[in-house]
């Protein structure tokens, strides 16, 4: 069984994940490949599309979420993502087993009738679009045994709820709507589909094993799933012996392949899309990465490992290295960053600060 060192997942993730360098794919076309992309902040998608793409444009990604061709919802391990129109159909049922522990975690309905509870979502939401704390209080109206603290999180993780713009786009901070997902879509959901999920989770995200994609799914009892597949895939291991799994035509990167610079967002599922993060992230920077409070800092990333957190305000910069960069790549890191400020603030004067 070939052993894949950490620096050939790296590049090979790189080239997965569209970090080699960029491409001209339609803005669509890339949040397909990535299954799903993180949409926590409302403008994370837009910095993770431009990472990637060599012709994104800001209206780019606001069209494809007016149009419902993307589509905005609690999605991977019960957080924001935005993902195809499409996929969300099979997406979302696929995902709510793990959205249902959640759920059960964050509070019991007080004794009240599940059946009967969904239900009276249901009414409430046709009456048009409304947030989380107004189908929360309504429902609480109709369950007092149901606490109100946990009502909104529980609507949030039991209904298929999509957030219509302007909730999601560039730069909005306000009101975030709810709808029934098969009413914006006009269309049923379909059935789960396990099996899809991994395979297309390794397109993007492998060579990878189970575990990783357990953790980047937030499903579980893969394993079973994994082992019907066997045969129609590859399997490798990494230095640590343990199993990664591929699809049998996807490309292993060249160790020495160079790779640029990059800027990616909070939260991104580059960073975020394994268990064992160590393709991109070296294990002891983890904590400035993800300090704990549910904080996942915009990273940068310098010879296709996180090298730097950084941060913007207006057409300031300021980048925090972990360690002191060679005179090259911190001269590349800067003006990636200058590429930067001229996308979010054009025709702004970069200031590039370093801590």
């Known amino acids: ?28 076309d890339i949040v397909e490949r990535l299954v799903a992309v993180q949409g926590q902040e409302s403008d994370s998608p837009y910095l993770g599309l431009w990472a990637r793409s060599s012709e ?22 019960g957080t924001q993502h935005l993902c ?83 909730a999601g786009t560039w730069g909005h901070r306000g009101r975030i709507g709810c709808v029934p997902a098969e009413d914006w879509l006009g269309r049923p959901l379909a059935p789960a589909d396990a099996e899809a999920l991994v395979l297309r989770y390794l397109a993007a995200f492998g060579p990878a094993s189970v ?6 799914s937030g499903l579980t009892r893969l394993a079973a799933l994994f082992k019907d597949l066997r045969p129609r895939l590859r399997v490798f291991r990494d230095e640590a012996g343990i199993e990664l799994y591929d699809l049998p035509d996807a490309p292993i990167e060249d160790a020495d392949r160079p790779a640029p610079v990059v800027f990616l967002p909070e939260f991104d599922n580059a960073v975020l ?19 704990g409070w549910s ?45 930067l400020i001229g996308f979010v603030a054009p025709g702004s004067e970069p200031e590039i600060v370093w801590t």
């Not at 620096?7 to 491409?23: D, F, G, I, S």
């Not at 800001?58 to 919802?73: A, F, I, K, M």
């Not at 899309?273 to 993800?290: F, K, Q, T, Y």
């Open 1 to 28: 069984m070939t052993v894949l060192s950490t620096r050939v997942l790296n590049r090979t993730y790189l080239r997965r994940q569209l970090l080699a360098e960029r491409t001209p794919r339609p803005a669509a």
């Open 56 to 77: 994104f444009r800001l209206e780019d990604l606001t069209g494809l979420l007016h149009d419902r061709t993307v589509v905005r919802s609690a999605l991977l391990r």
């Open 84 to 166: 195809s129109a499409a996929d969300y159909r099979w997406l979302r049922p696929t995902l709510q087993p793990a959205l249902e522990r959640m759920a059960g975690r964050a509070g019991r309905l007080g004794g009240c009738d599940p059946a009967e509870f969904e239900k009276a979502g249901r009414e409430i939401m046709a009456g048009g679009v409304l947030t989380r704390p107004e189908i929360a209080r309504r429902l609480a109206a109709r369950f007092p045994e149901a606490g109100l603290g946990e009502l909104a999180l529980v609507v949030h993780l039991r209904f298929a709820l999509l957030h219509p713009p302007p």
């Open 211 to 216: 575990k990783d994609v357990q953790v980047w």
């Open 273 to 291: 899309g394994h268990a064992d993060r160590s393709r991109i992230l070296h294990p002891g920077d983890r904590p400035l990465v993800m300090p």
């Open 295 to 339: 904080i996942v800092r915009p990273t940068v990333l310098v010879d296709g490992f996180v090298a730097a957190t950084w941060e913007r305000k207006g057409s300031r910069i300021v980048i925090t290295p972990f360690r002191p960069p060679a005179r090259a790549d911190r001269s590349a890191v800067e003006s990636e960053a200058a590429r």
